[in-house]
């Protein structure tokens, strides 16, 4: 994989990634070594995606012992793990750093946010009960993606609780801004006739930007359009999909939301945040969309009695 990618790389670069591609394997594989003699000496698994992973592992490879397909390499392992940092560290970081940028132009939905951070939990520790109760932050709905299957499947893992705000941020600003994928076989979608084998990307960014979609409104920042449920914003339509979609999508999007709205929570119980004068919007694709000169913004502490 790494070769295919770094094709057209020059050669001091391609070495450099394949030295940190040898490095993380290295520290990983260091990592599992240790866990795995810990967990074989009776050690009890910890609350972690490592140990999570081995025991499962251990647990179906005890149990169909003699079928060596059975359970997963160290390779397999060390993937997991990698998927899970680039997919889960990137994406989220992403949506924080657009959702400060966005309150900082809207104070007035940063001061909605903060009114109902602070009435749920004053300047306690945000707790996942009261997550719940966080209604401008997060609300109930009723979820709708492609297909029944993916309904289903959205519908029976994950909380009905989102957030406003978050997919607000998520519909304007979506952290990967493009799916790509490979038709296996012919297929007749719409007028289009896609012969196996063609590759195509879905611009998700500008199905979330289209007016036709989404109203005249599409390009503004406006959480309350999300405040009846994702299905009457989207009109019923697949206008938004920020993890994905189908058998694929994204393993973590409720860990994710669960993982942002606590720290939006933590940050807007003791800082106001608003735009630096130096700030420049430019959002720019680099894996993720990112600010491309930065988040310059001013973070003041808040005047809360309570701090
Ligand atoms: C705002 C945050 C996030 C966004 C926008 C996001 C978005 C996505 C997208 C677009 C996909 C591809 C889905 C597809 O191809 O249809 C994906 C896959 C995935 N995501 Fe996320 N993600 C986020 C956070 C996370 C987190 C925190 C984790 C893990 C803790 C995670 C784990 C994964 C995994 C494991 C996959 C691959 C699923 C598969 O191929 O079966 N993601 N994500």
Redesign the pocket.
């Known amino acids: 994989m790494v070769m295919f990618t770094c094709r057209f790389l020059p050669s001091p670069l391609k070495r450099r990634i394949k030295e940190i591609s040898r490095d993380i394997r290295a520290s990983l594989s260091d990592m599992i070594e240790k866990r795995e003699k810990a967990l074989k000496g009776g050690e009890a698994p910890k609350d972690n995606l490592l140990d999570t992973l081995l025991e499962s592992n251990r647990k179906e490879i005890e149990e169909h012992g003699k079928n060596k397909k059975v359970g997963m390499t160290i390779e397999d392992v060390m993937d997991e793990c990698k998927?899970?940092y680039v997919?889960?560290q990137e994406?989220?970081a992403?949506?924080l750093v657009w959702t400060m940028i966005v309150l900082s132009m809207y104070p007035d939905w940063q001061a909605r946010a903060r009114e109902e951070v602070l009435k749920v939990y004053s300047n306690r520790k945000p707790d996942f009960d009261g997550l719940h109760h966080l209604k401008i932050v997060s609300f109930y709905h009723g979820t709708l993606f492609f297909n029944t299957f993916t309904y289903n499947y959205m519908f029976s893992i994950f909380s009905q609780q989102t957030t406003m705000i978050f997919y607000e941020v998520?519909r304007l600003y979506?952290?990967?801004v493009v799916?790509h994928r490979q038709v296996h076989k012919d297929v007749k979608l719409g007028n289009l006739s896609l012969p196996a084998g063609v590759k195509i990307a879905l611009p998700l960014v500008m199905v979330h930007n289209d007016c036709k979609l989404w109203g005249d409104d599409a390009k503004e920042f406006k959480p309350e359009r999300f405040s009846a449920g994702l299905l009457k914003a989207t009109n019923g339509k697949a206008s938004f999909f920020?993890?994905?979609?189908?058998?694929?999508?994204?393993?973590?999007?409720n860990?994710?939301l669960l993982?942002?709205k606590v720290t939006l929570s933590m940050i807007l119980q003791r800082f106001s945040v608003e735009l630096s004068p130096t700030y420049v919007h430019a959002p720019c694709s680099v894996i993720s969309l990112q600010p491309q000169y930065g988040a310059h913004v001013i973070l003041r502490k808040v005047e809360n009695k309570k701090y």
């Open positions: 998927l899970f997919a889960g994406t989220t992403s949506l998520l979506p952290p990967i799916f920020p993890f994905g979609g189908g058998p694929r999508i994204c393993l973590g999007q860990f994710t993982e942002a």
